[in-house]
């Protein structure tokens, strides 16, 4: 991508600007849309798995308890959540777990 111009003396080494060419922008272009792509890919698939859980006020609903619960529940590791946008998503087997145990 684009061509450099040096000179070497003893003293000193001076780097001339660099040339770019239209293919040079044209290639940047494609390699930024890839990525873009690539990271809206990637960011879609991880929004749609987060939110196949279950928000607070389900959560509650179902097992019957108080947000004080909620929160010992994640502290003991027994109640994964991720948090999106300030809003607690808890995960699904978790909930059906704590379910069947009790």
């Known amino acids: 991508m684009g061509k450099y111009l040096i000179q070497i003396t003893p003293d000193k080494i001076v780097m001339s600007t660099q040339i770019i060419t239209p293919e040079d922008l044209t290639a940047?272009?494609?390699?930024?849309?890839?990525a873009f792509e690539?990271?809206?890919i990637k960011y879609r698939t991880t929004n749609t798995e987060s939110l196949q859980g279950m928000r607070t006020k389900q959560v509650r609903k179902i097992l019957d308890?108080?947000?004080?619960?909620?929160?010992?529940?994640?502290i003991q590791g027994k109640l994964r959540c991720?948090?999106?946008?300030?809003t607690l998503y808890y995960n699904k087997t978790d909930v059906e777990s704590l379910l069947s145990n009790a």
């Open 82 to 86: 991720k948090k999106i946008g300030g």
């Open 28 to 34: 940047l272009k494609k390699e930024l849309l890839d």
């Open 65 to 74: 308890c108080s947000n004080g619960k909620l929160q010992l529940l994640r």
């Open 38 to 40: 690539q990271l809206l």
